[in-house]
């Protein structure tokens, strides 16, 4: 079963040795909704001196909406 083994994986978010000495340093944010829900993700893009592209991804939110609450407006 492929959710068993979930627990072997891990996604580091600790960049602080991977930025260090960083030539190029970008921060990218996205954000998208629908009627029920929306999110946001924001993910860090360097480059070494070598000119080695990384990315190392900082935070994911995801929200569902009760529409219940939050009547839509025609």
Do not use: Q, W
């Amino acid at each position: 079963n492929k959710i068993s083994n979930l627990d072997r994986y891990s996604v580091p978010r600790c960049m602080k040795g991977t930025i260090t000495g960083a030539s190029l340093l970008k921060l990218h944010l996205f954000c998208d909704c629908t009627l029920t829900a929306y999110g946001a993700e924001a993910y860090a893009r360097f480059a070494d001196s070598a000119g080695n592209l990384n990315c190392s991804l900082i935070i994911v939110k995801l929200i569902t909406l009760d529409c219940k609450i939050f009547p839509l407006i025609d």
